[in-house]
């Protein structure tokens, strides 16, 4: 059963920068996907940035592209997200999550999540 916890949130100037951590622990053979995903208070839950381990592969949403930085250490042990330039609406929740194969392939979604880090910005 593969667990994730994330770590780095906290509270920034705009403008500023944080990094946000998630580790990873259990068996990872079959994660096929993992991402960042928020929520602000009122909103959907959205995707921010996505990766394919197996290749390196990364997408972004467009608000975060040219800010946001997603990638994996240790083959699949750790998955961050550099954020820098960070504006008021980056204030939400964040989310480290992860579909396994055989879930995606069906769902099209995530199945493992961690519990989420906070993210403020202030002006």
């Known amino acids: 059963q593969v667990q994730l916890v994330e770590s780095g949130g906290g509270s920034v100037q705009a403008g500023g920068s944080l990094r946000l951590s998630c580790a990873v622990s259990g068996y990872t053979g079959n994660i096929h996907l993992m991402g960042w995903l928020r929520q602000a208070p009122g909103k959907e839950r959205e995707g921010v940035a996505y990766?394919?381990?197996?290749?390196?592969?990364?997408l972004y949403t467009v608000s975060v592209t040219g800010r946001f930085t997603i990638s994996r250490e240790d083959a699949k042990s750790t998955l961050s997200l550099q954020m820098n330039s960070l504006k008021p609406e980056d204030t939400a929740t964040y989310y480290c999550?992860?579909?396994?194969?055989?879930?995606?392939?069906?769902?099209?979604?995530?199945?493992?999540w961690g519990q989420g880090t906070q993210v403020t910005v202030s002006t």
């Open positions: 990766i394919y381990p197996d290749d390196g592969t990364t």
């Open positions: 999550a992860a579909a396994t194969e055989r879930h995606w392939r069906l769902f099209y979604e995530y199945d493992i």
